[in-house]
């Protein structure tokens, strides 16, 4: 173990997996065990699903448990959904990210308490067709991370975007977030290189491939709509381009996965840009992503070409909001904070 | 067998299915077999690609074919693709649907022979990313099929959608075919009903149910981008919607399967008819829909919707297309035409 005391394990336990931070003061990262199961499998695996997470949480990082007994544990995710260890209640927008949520949920195991971050629920309106509720869970702890550290004084980002299978695109005033909306790009752009037409024909590349990526991009930025008959840009009908360009030779087999995720990345950024950001996004503050680099650039390039300036958060966020989260709620004596 | 004699043994062989059509004098159907298997099946189940289709062949309508030796086969669909039977060439538009082709596949059996359709081409150009080229093989039969028999002097329909795993949306002048468009909104919406995360929370509904169906047309028609900030009413988006709203007991399980194809259809059809249609969509001729009754009626909504008058084109026009086809291709004598 370290000389520098542990003060908080922070688990970031989603559908997939379950990564553990072991945090020292300030919440510097003192170990990290990112290869645990996630909801869908410890779900799906036992009877008894309480136990089923628990021995999980003793495998992955039992050691550090029994080295530091009485810390606390932290946790964001789908490990708090119905599907999870235990069902966290979410808050309502508006919600201030550094508050003190009202309830707490708190599951008792044999090696400590576990805290679980509330997700946030946004209310849909019953008189609207179009406003639908929506909700969030373990990305609103990766947000507040990605926020900077003085965020009361300063000026945080007014939008942020988290792409990854459900997207979420984030409108902020300070930290308290006032609306969100999700999109399903990245659980979409799966099944179409699983198990569609498509899957078939493609080859995985050599490495990311850019410039097919952003011949994506083209293909739903050079559309316009206005000069009908134009061919519609949308995700189901540009999609087809990608088996038609392979079989006319104008597209090699190995350029696909990158073209079809410059397609829809695209299309859900030229979207977004024009009708949820509007005017602000050209004119408003740079829109910051968090996302891995690789992901990341290209949600960048795609804002790009819609004219809206963007930035890269940190690596880890998820990290540092772990942290903050665990100073807000007082799990953190002031002096480590 | 019939005592009306047979002239033509017509095939709508697919990717998952072929039909088979004993037809008589002017088109009469004597006989039909709907069960056997498609190019997908065929092309995978054997090294000796060509004797696993003639062994279907042979068990569908042997026999038919012995009965009547002589008689001429002809084909439409994936059965003249490179995974088919034998590749058919394909006709660059703009095409006459009436026109003989400059050429003509031919595969020789031991039970007759048996022609193949060619598909219809259409180029891209080089010069833009949006234009992109496209394929169609067997919609171009159904389609001949489903214009009026005089179509030559009488007035066709200028735009027909044809409804299915890859939708077709063509626009003719007579009986020529000058433009065309695929979209994989059947496919995408299979993918989505079987893999995704909506699947898993949606039950099998009783019987269709069109309320959910108009419920998601509504959110598509309902959606106003020009007033930004607006929630984004793409298909990506608008679908986390379907888990959203039964989280919140605002939309019945049952009812998922449904809502989701509303949102869908409704997706297609509005930006088909905002930038494909255009002007024309409001003020020309009833589009065509060339579909069973169901799936026709769901378009049939969402093009009412979008301010488009349409018909219903007759059932089976598939098996008219086949016929009018043949007697092009000179297969049928004169008299029996």
């Known amino acids: 173990m370290n000389h520098i005391p542990p003060r908080l394990v922070g688990l970031d336990w989603g559908t997939t997996s379950c990564r553990a ?19 869908l499998p410890l779900s799906r695996s036992s009877e008894n699903r309480s136990a089923a997470f628990e021995e999980e949480l003793a495998e992955l990082c039992g050691d550090w448990l029994r080295a530091a007994p009485g810390i606390p544990l932290l946790a964001c995710g789908m490990v708090g959904s119905n599907q999870g260890w235990a069902e966290a209640a979410y808050r309502h927008l508006p919600v201030d990210l550094t508050e003190r ?20 629920f946004k209310d849909g309106r019953d008189d609207s067709p179009t406003d639908h509720p929506d909700v969030i869970r373990g990305e609103e702890t990766q947000l507040l991370g990605a926020l900077p550290g003085d965020s009361e004084a300063a000026s945080p980002p007014a939008v942020v975007v988290l792409p990854g299978t459900h997207t979420k695109w984030l409108r902020l005033e300070g930290t308290l ?5 999700t999109t399903m790009t990245g659980e979409l752009f799966g099944l179409v290189m699983q198990h569609s037409i498509i899957a078939r024909l493609a080859e995985e590349p050599p490495s990311p491939d850019l410039v097919a ?12 709509c206005g000069a009908a008959p134009a061919a519609p840009a949308d995700v189901a009908t540009s999609l087809f381009s990608a088996r038609t360009l392979v079989m006319a030779g104008e597209l090699d087999p190995a350029a696909v996965k990158d073209y079809v995720s410059g397609l829809m990345i695209g299309a859900e950024v030229e979207r977004f840009a024009r009708c949820w950001l509007g005017e602000e996004g050209r004119t408003g503050r740079p829109v910051t992503i968090c996302a891995n680099a690789q992901l990341g ?15 890269l958060a940190p690596d880890d966020a998820v990290v540092a909001g772990l942290w903050r989260t665990a ?9 480590a904070s």
Do not use: N, Q
């Not at 931070?21 to 909801?39: I, M, N, S």
């Not at 990526?213 to 559309?223: C, E, I, Q, S, Y």
């Not at 100073?327 to 002096?335: N, R």
């Open 101 to 120: 949520p009202e309830s707490l949920t708190e599951v008792p195991t044999a090696l400590g308490r576990l805290f679980i971050i509330p997700g946030l």
């Open 213 to 224: 990526f952003d011949r994506g991009l083209d293909t739903v930025f050079a559309a316009d």
């Open 177 to 181: 977030v006032s609306d969100f909306v």
């Open 21 to 39: 931070y072991l945090l020292g003061d300030g919440g510097a990262v003192l170990d990290r065990r990112l290869d645990g199961r996630g909801v």
């Open 327 to 335: 100073v807000a709620l007082g799990l953190i004596d002031k002096e």
């Open 297 to 311: 650039s290209r949600y960048a390039r795609a804002l790009g070409r819609a004219g809206v300036a963007s930035e």
